[in-house]
């Protein structure tokens, strides 16, 4: 059973534009969901996260929008930059009587087009 | 500033060998966790410390793997009679217990069982 679905498996945009990247949840007791970011031959990096009690955080040129009545939240990156051609990840998991351990969803790889 | 070190970066084994992995993690963290990653896929939990106790396994984790953590500090990742399926990145990552929901993984090890 997949917990964390991430859509679309793989994204192009051209340079400038604005990548979505969407991703929905099962388990009502999650309450942290982040963005990793992870380069070829890499480990994933944090690129920002949301708890369930704000519908949106911005940092950069990335925004967490988040939905808690649909369980879903997504990654908008504006403005997106050959640079940022990567594979993006959420990830869930629950803190608060939990273990923190993340569940990830399968991955979206970006290109950005110059 | 010192980040998740993984040992070795690569590593190319005959199937049925014995391989072993080590993770420092980032220094005071005391949580530490193995993930998996195949190709296209996301990562996936093996495996988490809390100081020197397993807290928790996957159903991934074979009885051919085993991890320790002995002093709390290092980790070390076994997997026993190696098979073609074992093929794959394996990531650890550290977090502190103050704020346990932000990871920090490492670059990952390469396995290739020919």
């Known amino acids: 059973q997949q917990q964390v679905k991430q859509s679309p498996q793989s994204l192009i945009v051209q340079k400038g534009g604005i990548s979505i990247i969407n991703c929905a949840y099962e388990?009502?007791?999650?309450?942290?969901f982040p963005w990793y970011q992870q380069f070829p031959g890499k480990g994933p990096a944090l690129l920002i996260a949301?708890?369930?009690?704000?519908s949106e955080k911005k940092e950069g040129r990335f925004t967490i929008s988040f939905n808690k009545s649909a369980k879903q939240f997504s990654l908008h990156i504006m403005d997106s930059q050959p640079g940022d051609s990567a594979t993006y990840f959420c990830a869930a998991s629950r803190g608060s009587g939990g273990s923190y351990i993340p569940t990830f969803g399968r991955g979206t790889s970006l290109i950005v087009h110059p | 500033d010192t980040g998740v070190s993984q040992d070795p970066r690569h590593k190319i084994t005959k199937r049925g060998q014995n391989v072993t992995f080590r993770c420092d993690p980032i220094s005071e963290h005391n949580r530490l966790y193995w993930y998996r990653q195949t190709l296209g896929q996301g990562p996936e939990f093996l495996t988490y410390f809390q100081n020197e106790a397993q807290l928790e396994k996957s159903r991934l984790l074979s009885d051919r793997f085993s991890a320790e953590r002995p002093k709390g500090s290092f980790s070390t990742l076994e997997i026993q009679r190696t098979e073609q399926g074992d093929s794959a990145m394996y990531l650890c990552?550290?977090?502190?217990?103050?704020?346990?929901?932000?990871?920090?993984f490492g670059e990952g090890s390469w396995l290739t069982v020919v």
């Open positions: 949301i708890r369930p009690d704000v």
């Open positions: 388990n009502t007791a999650f309450d942290y």
């Open positions: 990552a550290s977090s502190v217990r103050a704020n346990g929901n932000t990871i920090y």
